[in-house]
């Protein structure tokens, strides 16, 4: 079964400091989408990122990018130079089975909380 | 400006009382899902529904019901048999299947907070 692990429960970084949230997934499937989402305090879910299992390039998206080893079945996020504002919490969800019996569905993890100090 | 509006913000329910919270989209997307956020804990799939007038249960369908009459609209009740409905209820929309590429995100409200007095 489709599976997210996000084994960080709470991070700190320093403001303008770059910060890696870990995230591994498990999935037999070979076409496979993943995303990362951030939730502040308010608790709208804010999308960041996308990669694509067949994507060769890592994902990056301004302050964000995606450190995808598909070997190892993780997509890292990194923000880099943090600010005050990306304190929130952070989820990975993967898309399950992108062909073939596809659907919308996302499966997520269980967050990571990231603290930017000043 | 489009997107997914949630109402109401925040909900009290009484024992054996059914409460319906409303999602209601502008994005013209065919999709729309019903997530639960228990405290640190990430989202579960409660209903989804990939057209108008069809739906399916997710992960934790037990004690809510939904309908999708209208593509705009997606309404989620949380029935008496729900015996713990105390966590945030998130909605979300996204185009449908075949519709586009595969990178399209799900857009999210701003969620509603169900509480039992």
């Known amino acids: 079964a489709q599976k997210i692990t996000q084994t960080q429960p709470g991070m700190f970084v320093q403001e303008k400091e770059a910060v890696t949230l870990d995230c591994t997934y498990d999935?037999?499937?070979?076409?496979?989408?993943l995303f990362w989402y951030k939730q502040p305090s308010s608790g709208e879910m804010i999308f960041l990122i996308y990669q694509g299992s067949y994507d060769e390039q890592n994902a990056t998206e301004g302050r964000y990018s995606l450190n995808f080893q598909k070997a190892r079945k993780s997509a890292n996020l990194v923000i880099s130079a943090s600010q005050l504002g990306d304190s929130a919490m952070y989820f990975c969800?993967?898309?399950?089975?992108?062909?073939?019996?596809?659907?919308?569905?996302?499966?997520f993890g269980t967050g990571t909380l990231l603290a930017v100090q000043p | 400006d489009g997107g997914i509006t949630q109402s109401p913000k925040y909900l009290f329910r009484k024992e054996g009382q059914n409460v319906t919270l409303s999602c209601e989209q502008n994005?013209?997307?065919?999709?729309m899902y019903w997530y639960r956020q228990d405290p640190g804990q990430g989202l579960r799939l409660i209903y989804y529904?990939?057209?108008?007038?069809?739906?399916q249960k997710g992960d934790i369908a037990e004690g809510y019901s939904v309908s999708r009459e209208k593509k705009e609209s997606f309404p989620l009740t949380v029935t008496s048999a729900q015996k713990n409905p105390t966590a945030f209820y998130l909605c979300?929309?996204?185009?449908?299947?075949?519709?586009?590429?595969?990178?399209?995100?799900?857009?999210f409200g701003d969620g509603t907070r169900l509480s039992i007095l």
């Open positions: 994005l013209n997307h065919d999709a």
């Open positions: 999935t037999s499937d070979q076409s496979y989408g």
């Open positions: 969800a993967m898309r399950e089975g992108l062909y073939g019996g596809a659907t919308n569905k996302l499966i």
């Open positions: 979300a929309s996204s185009i449908g299947l075949g519709q586009g590429r595969l990178n399209q995100p799900q857009h």
């Open positions: 529904s990939q057209i108008v007038n069809d739906f």
